[in-house]
């Protein structure tokens, strides 16, 4: 009830946003670097929305192969300032991340069943906030380039191929907060 | 002017950049479970060996018939004493608590149990008051040692301590990286899992499956290590004597016996063990094949030998059985194979074959000819571990619980009932 209440009352905004400025579709696509300890790697993503204003309210997904594979699904706001020439933009997203591949087998050698786990991988939360500059390269077309701290959370079950002493299969729960810079250069109408 | 401003952007950014890099870590924690063993005595656990009120079966190990009573053992923690006068409605009527049991057998109302290292002799002759009679200590050392902790020679763990335990992990490069060999793994806290004692032929000695690891044959109790048989005289039933051990190193793990021999299941083979002489077993004959678990069953002529493999200690691709002749025990011959799911125990009776097959449960199969093994019926279940046919009824044990079928019609093999475990 809460969450209907609460998508009515920001549609009801965004339409009357909507009323007193122009609304148009918008579009970006981005790939980039995410850099962070464990490891430094690409990311690609697709955000289509809305744009009205200094505003631009989208949904998102791409590949995030930081820690795992995965795909993100998000909502991303962004406002946009400053001169024309080069304009800046704030931006900030947030939403689920769908981890690739599941109950995937492990085994050292083909032969050496006992060490084989299965693992089980969660959907988790992921997230950004950072920074831009874009530049109109044509009427309609901008070229972005963005800095942000970008998180997502991974967290997945290992189990055994053995038991305990209570004859229960062996379980490990892990949890990996990766913590990255995301470096993103694309194109946005 | 531009070039100002934007290079003053530049360092802006630079400078946040600085700032703020020591928010880029990645952190992660490892959650599992921290088992604690709970000591006690030796002195202590045997002096409370008695028949308790019954309890509840939450896992299902050996078995052993006697008389109208099913003996269970659930794993490590004792034997459920089952009352099957009348096998369509068993009743669970005690619980010997036996902390490490995992294997049993019965002659002449002795109750010979292992606890941990040692074999225990229990007198069961009142059903009321049962009594520890006597001990051979670490018959089993091997058994000293369990997740990790070493018991002393006076101590056994009699249960443990179960807590939720959450470590950091610290990640560096390379590592928290999930990749097609696997992610950021430490071991842990593992065990071994062992699988009861058999006899055929005498009213007076319990009836075990081809999963148990002993074997009562007249006076003496063979009793498998992970290596040795070992041979205990039971002439007295309540002082029982280790007097031999044979060893072999093919990773041992069941015990059937026919009349002078030894049939013995291991990793490497199926071997035979000639009792001519009870107090030593002598090596006679083996069936090799690839390495894999494998209960065996034998009859006059022919040994019938189930091999499964599975993700745990019988690693391989190997589901099968193999008929043997064995008409000369020194060689050992294959008549034929047959292709089955995860077979596991088995039992004959007549020429009715019963084989545990892992999750395809139950099969019946008609044995008359070794070349031409029938199947009649097959009853799926959850993952099913050991048979024993006597007298009409099949006693199954499986992953949810202890079934018997009526197969006294042959061609109409019947569930008469089951008792479930309880978690």
């Known amino acids: 009830m809460k969450t209907l209440l609460l998508i009515l009352f920001c549609s009801s905004c965004v339409k009357s946003i909507a009323q007193k400025n122009k609304v148009y579709f918008s579009s970006s696509a981005n790939i980039g670097l995410l850099v962070g300890e464990a490891q430094k790697t690409a990311s690609f993503q697709i955000i289509n929305g809305i744009k009205i204003d200094k505003w631009r309210l989208g949904i998102g997904t791409g590949l995030d192969n930081y820690g795992t594979k995965s795909i993100p699904a998000f909502i991303d706001v962004r406002y946009t300032y400053g001169a024309k020439k080069w304009q800046h933009f704030v931006y900030a997203n947030g939403g689920i991340d769908f981890p690739l591949y599941n109950n995937f087998f492990r085994g050292s050698t083909p032969n050496n069943n006992f060490f084989k786990s299965t693992y089980k991988l969660y959907n988790s939360l992921c997230g950004e906030a950072g920074v831009g500059l874009s530049k109109p390269i044509t009427k309609k077309l901008s070229l972005n380039l963005t800095a942000a701290f970008s998180y997502k959370h991974l967290q997945y079950l290992e189990t055994k191929n053995y038991n305990d002493v209570l004859g229960n299969k062996v379980t490990n729960m892990y949890n990996f907060y990766y913590r990255r810079l995301a470096l993103r250069v694309g194109l946005q109408f | ?423």
């Open chain 2, 1 to 423: 002017m531009l070039h100002q401003h934007l290079t003053k952007k530049l360092l802006l950014v630079a400078m946040i950049a600085t700032v703020v890099s020591g928010c880029f870590k990645d952190t992660g924690t490892k959650t599992y479970k921290l088992y604690t063993p709970v000591y006690q005595t030796t002195q202590a656990v045997r002096a409370a060996i008695k028949n308790d009120a019954p309890q509840p079966i939450s896992s299902v190990g050996k078995m052993v018939l006697y008389g109208n009573f099913i003996f269970l053992n659930e794993l490590n923690k004792g034997i459920h004493i089952i009352d099957n006068t009348n096998p369509a409605s068993p009743v669970n009527k005690a619980f010997i608590k036996i902390p490490g049991n995992e294997n049993l057998a019965i002659k002449d109302n002795m109750l010979f149990a292992d606890c941990f290292t040692d074999l225990f002799a229990i007198d069961i002759t009142n059903a009321n008051n049962i009594v520890l009679k006597n001990a051979v200590e670490n018959l089993f050392p091997e058994r000293r040692f369990i997740n990790g902790y070493q018991m002393d020679v006076n101590t056994v763990i009699t249960d443990w301590i179960v807590r939720d335990t959450v470590v950091n992990i610290t990640i560096e490069e390379g590592q928290g990286i999930w990749t097609k060999n696997g992610s950021y793994l430490t071991s842990g806290p593992w065990a071994w899992q062992f699988a009861s004692v058999a006899s055929s032929l005498k009213s007076t000695t319990g009836v075990n499956g081809s999963t148990s690891k002993y074997a009562i044959v007249n006076d003496y109790l063979y009793a498998l290590s992970s290596n040795k048989i070992n041979t205990v005289t039971i002439a007295q039933l309540d002082n029982p004597k280790l007097v031999n051990s044979t060893v072999n190193n093919g990773t041992i793990e069941t015990i059937f016996p026919f009349k002078d021999k030894l049939f013995i299941g291991a990793q490497a083979g199926m071997f035979i063990y000639s009792i001519t002489n009870p107090a030593s077993p002598v090596d006679v004959g083996k069936f090799t094949h690839a390495r894999v678990c494998d209960p065996v069953i034998a009859d006059e002529s022919i040994a019938y030998v189930t091999l499964h493999s599975s993700q745990d200690r019988c690693v391989g691709f190997t589901n099968q059985l193999d008929v043997v002749d064995i008409t000369n025990v020194n060689k050992p011959t294959l008549i034929k194979t047959y292709a089955l799911t995860r077979p596991y125990g088995l039992s004959k009776d007549g020429n009715l074959l019963f084989i545990c097959d892992g999750n395809a449960g139950l099969k019946v199969f008609d044995a008359t000819t070794a070349t031409n093994i029938i199947l009649k019926q097959s009853f799926p279940s959850q993952e099913t571990y050991d048979v024993i046919a006597y007298n009409g009824i099949a006693y199954v044990t499986a992953k949810d619980g202890l079934y018997q079928y009526n197969y006294k019609n042959a061609n109409n093999v019947q569930l008469i009932s089951k008792i479930g475990i309880v978690k």
